[in-house]
Protein backbone atom coordinates (compact mmCIF):
# COMPACT_ATOMS: atom_id res chain seq x y z
CA UNK A 1 0.00 0.00 0.00
CA UNK A 2 1.99 3.18 -0.89
CA UNK A 3 2.36 5.71 1.52
CA UNK A 4 -0.04 9.00 1.90
CA UNK A 5 1.58 12.23 1.26
CA UNK A 6 2.11 15.68 3.38
CA UNK A 7 1.64 13.57 6.28
CA UNK A 8 -2.23 12.74 5.54
CA UNK A 9 -3.98 10.03 7.66
CA UNK A 10 -5.98 7.06 6.00
CA UNK A 11 -8.33 4.68 7.92
CA UNK A 12 -8.03 1.22 7.71
CA UNK A 13 -10.24 -0.25 5.18
CA UNK A 14 -12.66 -1.86 7.73
CA UNK A 15 -12.61 0.22 10.29
CA UNK A 16 -16.25 -0.33 10.79
CA UNK A 17 -15.81 -4.18 11.45
CA UNK A 18 -12.83 -3.31 14.29
CA UNK A 19 -15.47 -1.15 16.05
CA UNK A 20 -18.46 -3.69 15.46
CA UNK A 21 -15.89 -6.01 17.00
CA UNK A 22 -15.29 -4.12 19.98
CA UNK A 23 -18.85 -3.33 20.50
CA UNK A 24 -19.74 -7.12 20.60
CA UNK A 25 -16.64 -7.35 23.25
CA UNK A 26 -18.17 -4.77 25.39
CA UNK A 27 -21.70 -6.38 25.78
CA UNK A 28 -20.25 -9.87 25.81
CA UNK A 29 -17.88 -9.03 29.22
CA UNK A 30 -20.41 -6.91 30.57
CA UNK A 31 -23.15 -9.98 30.53
CA UNK A 32 -21.05 -12.46 31.48
CA UNK A 33 -20.02 -10.11 34.31
CA UNK A 34 -23.34 -8.99 35.55
CA UNK A 35 -24.22 -12.78 35.27
CA UNK A 36 -21.31 -13.42 37.37
CA UNK A 37 -22.01 -10.88 40.03
CA UNK A 38 -25.62 -11.79 40.63
CA UNK A 39 -26.58 -15.29 39.62
CA UNK A 40 -24.13 -17.50 42.17
CA UNK A 41 -26.26 -15.44 45.20
CA UNK A 42 -29.63 -16.67 43.90
CA UNK A 43 -31.43 -19.82 44.94
CA UNK A 44 -31.02 -21.32 41.52
CA UNK A 45 -27.41 -21.18 41.80
CA UNK A 46 -27.98 -24.22 44.35
CA UNK A 47 -30.22 -26.59 42.12
CA UNK A 48 -28.33 -27.97 39.66
CA UNK A 49 -27.17 -31.42 38.81
CA UNK A 50 -23.20 -30.48 39.04
CA UNK A 51 -23.62 -29.09 42.61
CA UNK A 52 -25.25 -32.60 43.61
CA UNK A 53 -23.01 -34.62 42.34
CA UNK A 54 -20.75 -34.92 45.31
CA UNK A 55 -21.12 -33.39 49.03
CA UNK A 56 -17.54 -31.81 48.40
CA UNK A 57 -18.37 -30.35 45.25
CA UNK A 58 -21.68 -29.74 47.08
CA UNK A 59 -19.91 -27.67 50.12
CA UNK A 60 -17.29 -26.00 47.88
CA UNK A 61 -20.55 -24.80 45.37
CA UNK A 62 -22.34 -23.65 48.64
CA UNK A 63 -19.39 -21.75 50.30
CA UNK A 64 -19.55 -17.90 50.72
CA UNK A 65 -16.02 -17.58 49.42
CA UNK A 66 -16.63 -19.49 46.59
CA UNK A 67 -19.72 -17.32 45.21
CA UNK A 68 -17.45 -13.69 46.48
CA UNK A 69 -14.58 -14.60 44.09
CA UNK A 70 -17.27 -15.69 41.33
CA UNK A 71 -18.85 -12.18 42.05
CA UNK A 72 -15.43 -10.79 41.91
CA UNK A 73 -14.39 -11.87 38.94
CA UNK A 74 -17.94 -10.37 37.44
CA UNK A 75 -16.71 -7.03 38.77
CA UNK A 76 -13.41 -7.82 36.40
CA UNK A 77 -15.16 -8.53 34.03
CA UNK A 78 -17.62 -5.44 33.86
CA UNK A 79 -14.57 -3.20 34.78
CA UNK A 80 -12.67 -4.57 31.19
CA UNK A 81 -16.27 -3.64 29.81
CA UNK A 82 -16.06 -0.13 30.75
CA UNK A 83 -12.26 0.38 29.94
CA UNK A 84 -13.47 -1.16 26.32
CA UNK A 85 -15.76 1.46 26.08
CA UNK A 86 -13.44 4.29 26.59
CA UNK A 87 -10.76 2.82 24.06
CA UNK A 88 -13.34 2.64 21.51
CA UNK A 89 -13.29 5.98 20.44
CA UNK A 90 -9.70 5.07 19.79
CA UNK A 91 -10.31 3.06 16.99
CA UNK A 92 -10.31 3.69 13.45
Known sequence: MPEPRN???T???????RK???ILFIVLCFE???FLLVFPWL???DINWFA???PAIRSLWTSNYFRGALSGLGLVNIYISFL???NLRHIR
Open 52 to 54: SYS
Open 20 to 22: IRA
Open 43 to 45: QAW
Open 84 to 86: EVM
Open 7 to 9: GAQ
Open 32 to 34: MGL
Open 11 to 17: TAPFGWL
